[in-house]
């Protein structure tokens, strides 16, 4: 069933703080270590991320061509998203965790604004 809206809200709040707090930790964890311990951490936390679902993975690779357009679109976008992890935690090597949050957060707001601009699409 659905949380209690109470409830709810307290998840939403955990939920915010947990995700608030990914640029402060990221740079606290790295301390103005070099690029490659950079790309070790991310390694380390996309392995840990792959590990906690792995018990989702079926148990039998589906076939076909479907199955492996959906592999392959999986793996690229695993792929960007780890780039991108990755370029944020180098990018934290050279700015502070706060001046990050922003411009991360700044783009999420503008990308509707940039869609319409170059592709004259409007995001809902």
Excluded: M
């Excluded at 370029?87 to 706060?98: R, Y």
């Amino acid at each position: 069933g659905a949380l209690p809206p109470a409830a709810a809200v307290v998840v939403l709040g955990l939920v915010t703080v947990l995700w608030g707090a990914q640029h402060s930790t990221i740079r606290a964890t790295l301390g103005g270590t070099d690029a490659l311990e950079a790309a070790t951490l991310n390694a380390v936390r996309f392995g840990l991320a792959a590990l906690c679902f792995a018990p989702w993975l079926p148990i039998a690779a589906p076939t076909g061509v479907r199955a492996a357009l959906a592999w392959r679109g999986g793996l690229e976008l695993g792929a960007w998203l780890f780039l991108g992890f990755a370029l944020q935690a180098v990018g934290l090597l050279f700015t502070t965790a706060q001046r990050s949050g922003l411009l991360l957060y700044l783009n999420v707001k503008l990308v509707p604004f940039f869609a319409l601009a170059f592709f004259g699409r409007a995001v809902p």
